[in-house]
């Protein structure tokens, strides 16, 4: 089994920063990608950011500049640093993890956490 939890969202105002985090635990072998996508409520699912397992990174463009993603091989662990953040960046932040267990078996379309929410808010 593997499971990915997200954390760090909450309430912030207009101009703000968050960092939210993403842990992959269970059985393992190996963590390849991860991806943080967003859901506004009425609206699609979007990529946020991505990054490989050699710490290539890419952003959608209403983030360059202002998100960063970062990760920690050895904890599986992945952050979205936000800052400046904006009313368009509320909705239910997801991570995306890419990772082969310790049985071999790697998912096609990764595994998903329930996600967090984040409200840019007054």
């Known amino acids: 089994q593997v499971q990915v939890v997200e954390s760090g969202g909450g309430l912030v105002q207009p101009g703000g920063s968050l960092r939210l985090s993403c842990t992959a635990s269970?059985?393992?072998?190996?963590?390849?990608?991860a991806a943080w996508y967003r859901q506004a409520s009425g609206k699609q699912r979007e990529l946020v950011a991505t990054?490989?397992?050699?710490?290539?990174?890419n952003y959608a463009d209403s983030v360059k500049g202002r998100f960063t993603i970062s990760r920690e091989n050895a904890k599986t662990t992945v952050y979205l640093q936000m800052n400046s953040l904006k009313s368009e960046d509320t909705g239910v932040y997801y991570c995306?993890?890419?990772?082969?267990?310790?049985?071999?078996?790697?998912?096609?379309?990764?595994?998903w956490g329930p996600g967090t929410q984040v409200t840019v808010s007054s």
């Open positions: 995306n993890a890419d990772v082969l267990t310790s049985w071999g078996y790697r998912r096609e379309d990764g595994y």
């Open positions: 269970g059985r393992i072998f190996n963590f390849y990608a």
């Open positions: 990054i490989t397992s050699d710490g290539t990174t």
